[in-house]
């Protein structure tokens, strides 16, 4: 791909653009959309009468004044909650999934929204048709992703139309021991050198490039359906650097390629992204897109 002509989008991680509003909230999604933004991302997690939390975390004192699962409130028990500032103080009240739409269905514009289904819980097909119920007046506007990749291909099966993205962070990853979450798989460090729980990681049979193509092979068919793939940065360029382009291979799968999430405030991020650039990466996740957008050469649309 012509790294001269090509330009991806930048997408506004957990809504940021550069305000200070709690990430993936009301007024969030409210001041990117004023701005006219091309595609906004928000975390989205269920409830247990199947409406859905604006909110990332698997417990409500990550992030709110509440406690708990979430997964085992229901809207009426959560409704009078505020999110939280790092400082701890109340800040808004909490977002609730039909709100973000009705505010995406207020604003005729050209726009994408990302919601970011959390893998905390089974999705059966009562829950995951609650979804696809509250999202079917803006269906055009909206995709569903996740690392659930049970859930994306449920989604598939119940509606054919739907957007989808997947992100294969649970079943492989790179990083530090400090930088991982030990309660989150993948829970091994495999022979080549990349988190991963899968028999092909546990020995070194070939070289490393033919085990990132095998890996990536077999990942696809976990996900086939889902038409953008969101990579963290840190894997795309260290895939690169041992000779394997997994973007030029999910292109030829017919798949988009976001990497997530590098920002403007960081120089190294800034190199990273270039270098994605000119691999032909679709999509950039960062917590501030107009700055992002600035700081490429070429300049790129947010």
């Not at 893998?119 to 999202?135: C, I, K």
């Not at 030029?248 to 994605?276: F, K, S």
Request: hydrophobic share 40%.
């Amino acid at each position: 791909m012509d790294d001269c002509t090509h330009s991806p989008i930048l997408i506004h991680h957990a809504a940021k653009r550069g305000h200070n509003h709690p990430p993936s909230s009301l007024r969030a999604i409210r001041a990117c959309l004023d701005a006219g933004a091309r595609v906004i991302e928000v975390d989205i997690s269920p409830l247990k009468d199947g409406d859905f939390l604006l909110f990332h975390n698997q417990r409500l004192e990550d992030g709110t004044d509440g406690s708990g699962l979430v997964a085992d409130q229901a809207a009426s028990e959560v409704r009078q909650l505020h999110y939280t500032r790092e400082r701890g103080e109340n800040s808004e009240p909490v977002g609730f999934l039909n709100q973000a739409l009705e505010l995406l269905r207020l604003h005729p514009q050209t726009v994408e929204l990302q919601l970011d289904l959390k893998p905390y819980t089974r999705y059966t097909d009562s829950l995951l048709m609650n979804l696809l119920r509250a999202v079917e007046p803006v269906k055009d506007r909206i995709r569903v992703t996740s690392p659930a990749d049970w859930a994306i291909r449920r989604l598939r099966a119940l509606d054919a139309d739907l957007p989808l993205g997947f992100d294969p962070i649970l079943y492989f990853n790179v990083g530090s021991d400090e930088e991982r979450d030990p309660r989150k798989p993948p829970f091994r460090l495999g022979e080549y050198g990349y988190w991963d729980d899968h028999p092909l990681a546990s020995r070194r049979w070939g070289e490393t490039k033919e085990y990132l193509a095998v890996r990536a092979e077999a990942l696809w068919v976990q996900a086939p359906s889902a038409a953008v793939w969101y990579i963290p940065a840190q894997t795309l360029e260290l895939t690169l650097n041992d000779g394997f382009d997994w973007i030029m291979y999910l292109h030829g799968c017919g798949a988009e390629v976001d990497v997530w999430t590098l920002n403007p405030d960081r120089v190294e991020h800034i190199a990273v992204a270039q270098r994605l650039i000119a691999a032909g990466v679709d999509r950039i996740t960062t917590t501030d897109a107009p700055a992002m957008a600035a700081a490429l050469e070429p300049p790129v649309l947010f």
